[in-house]
């Protein structure tokens, strides 16, 4: 068994943490938090055994009447690979922690692709993370990106991807976020960083994206073009998609008209937190002109690197191919919707 550490009890931390439990080769060494707050509460409820992040605060577990099973130090030691799901930056200064004891890390998006090995993304570069000891799971925009243009550029060629990011101003538990009622050019400047982002996943990719953030904490929504090498009919896109296991169509008869349904169909069909781990494709919505592929699909920010950080898991310690990694982890989620 894979024993997993988690650094960083948060969004995408404690999502991690319940995912790896499910799954029939890895399981939950322990997670470290930095505070006692209502996520410590559960994670102790779960059963996880809670290690402090930071020696100085340990008091406060005590306080709180949480039981405290160790040092962040002892938990990394002990662990064959930890994920580190701090906030953006704190990854990096981690960094040190995780090559003291030469444990090797997954690190998230928000951290720069340059403090690790390799950018990962378990549908297009798998094998490229194996025996890293550092690899970044990209953020859920360049996530939702790469899982469409991957089986695009085997299947057609692509010539160049253009994409405007509407991002939501902040999760659901981000109360200091917004904005609370406007629309803003978020980076103002063009093109936004997520292009490059998605270029440390494929060096040769000709992609310009542009970002803005709106009052929703739901998800993102990408507006995709992507020009091809060849012309194709919408309809054999659709296929080529129906066969990623991570792309859900959304199709028509559902008649979900927005982030607000999705999330309302996720709750309904019993996913943990209403996560939506797939990205959802209008399917209406693909269609072409000429060599031009159109599209819209809805991102969750929350959860669609989940199975991504557990495939990643298997790359780094190579314990098993791509294939038989999205499978397992697919087929333990209950992805695919
Ligand atoms: P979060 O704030 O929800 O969770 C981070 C957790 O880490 C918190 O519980 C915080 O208390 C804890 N923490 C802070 N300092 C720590 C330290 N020194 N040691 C251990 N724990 C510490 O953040 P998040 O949304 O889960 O984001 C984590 C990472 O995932 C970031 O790199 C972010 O960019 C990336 N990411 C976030 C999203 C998203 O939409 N939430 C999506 C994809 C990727």
Known sequence: ????????????????????????????????????????????????????????????????????????????????????????????????????????????????????????????????????????VVSCNTTGLSRVIAPLRETYGVEKVRATLVRRGGDPGQTDRGPINDILPNPVTIPSHHGPDVETIFDDLDIDTLGMKVPATQMHMHSLNVTLEEEVDAADVRDLFADESRLFLIPEHMAIDGSGKLKEYALDAGRPRGDVWENAIWEESISTVGRDLYLFQGIHQESDVVPENIDAVRAVLGTADAEESIETTDETLGIGL
Not at 98 to 112: H, I, R, S, V
């Open 1 to 136: 068994m894979i024993q997993v550490a988690i650094n960083g009890y948060g969004t995408i931390g404690k999502r991690v943490a319940d995912a790896v439990r499910a799954q029939p080769d890895m399981e939950v060494l322990g997670v470290a938090k930095t505070r006692p707050n209502f996520e410590a509460e559960t994670a102790i409820e779960k059963g996880f055994a809670l290690y402090a992040a930071i020696e100085e605060r340990e008091h406060l577990f005590d306080e709180a009447g949480l039981d405290i099973a160790g040092s962040v130090d002892e938990l990394v030691a002990d662990a064959d690979i930890v994920v580190d799901a701090t906030p953006s930056g704190i990854g990096a200064e981690n960094k040190s922690l995780y090559e003291e004891y030469e444990t090797p890390a997954l690190y998230q998006g928000g951290e720069d692709a340059d403090l690790v090995d390799v950018s990962f993304n378990a549908r297009s570069n798998f094998e490229d993370a194996t025996d890293a000891d550092h690899v970044r």
